[in-house]
């Protein structure tokens, strides 16, 4: 393939990556896998391929190969993107997902740790609480579960919105529903997007 020059290159690249998403969001794993595959090639044929960039697209390799079953192929993809930009940390909690469908319990929690030290995202937090559960290790569950809920009001007292990961959090796990559906509404005014209408309607189910 021609060598792309930096700004039209990052854009042919982009473009593929947004195409991807939209067939992902479709359910058309096919078509998502071409684009992720094409974004991929885009990006390595850059003069100086920007390393996340190569990560963040075999990382959604993955998420693709996982999302039909086909574990072996997206855990070779998550481990491209950890040889491409070590410790990225979406790819380190992706295994310990691909761990946790294999039932391998203490597997999933060391990658989930790795990627919690990393960034303490809340969905990765309550993934490693809800496999400490799973372990019997309720002390450390409850730890988790309670870092969780101080992510959310840190990030809210400094204007980050979080609201949506908090309400999950507790519609997963059934708790609070009404503050669930009350932060769920709460971002739905400000990100009218589909994951938060998703959130929304969840938490309003939870909420009776």
């Not at 990030?155 to 932060?183: C, I, M, V, W």
Request: charged share 25%; proline share 3%; net charge neutral.
């Amino acid at each position: 393939m021609e060598q792309l020059g930096g700004i039209q290159g990052l854009t042919r690249v982009t473009i593929e990556q947004r195409i991807a998403r939209l067939a992902a969001l479709r359910g058309d794993a096919n078509g998502a896998q071409r684009h992720f595959s094409n974004a991929l090639t885009l990006a390595l044929a850059l003069p100086a391929p920007p390393r996340e960039t190569v990560a963040w697209c075999r990382w959604q390799l993955g998420e693709t190969a996982f999302s039909v079953g086909d574990y072996a192929t997206a855990e070779r993809h998550y481990r491209d993107a950890l040889t491409t930009f070590p410790d990225y940390f979406r790819a380190l909690a992706s295994l310990g997902r691909i761990r946790a469908a294999q039932a391998d319990i203490a597997g999933a929690i060391e990658q989930y740790e790795h990627a919690v030290r990393i960034i303490p995202d809340p969905s990765f937090v309550a993934a490693l609480g809800d496999l400490y559960k799973l372990a019997g290790r309720e002390k450390d569950a409850a730890a988790q579960y309670s870092l969780v809920e101080k992510i959310g009001r840190l990030n809210e007292l400094n204007g980050t919105l979080y609201n949506r990961q908090l309400a999950l959090f507790y519609a997963d796990h059934d708790l609070k529903p009404d503050a669930a559906y009350a932060n769920a509404s709460k971002e739905f005014t400000l990100r009218r997007d589909i994951y938060g209408a998703d959130a929304l309607a969840w938490t309003a189910l939870k909420a009776g």
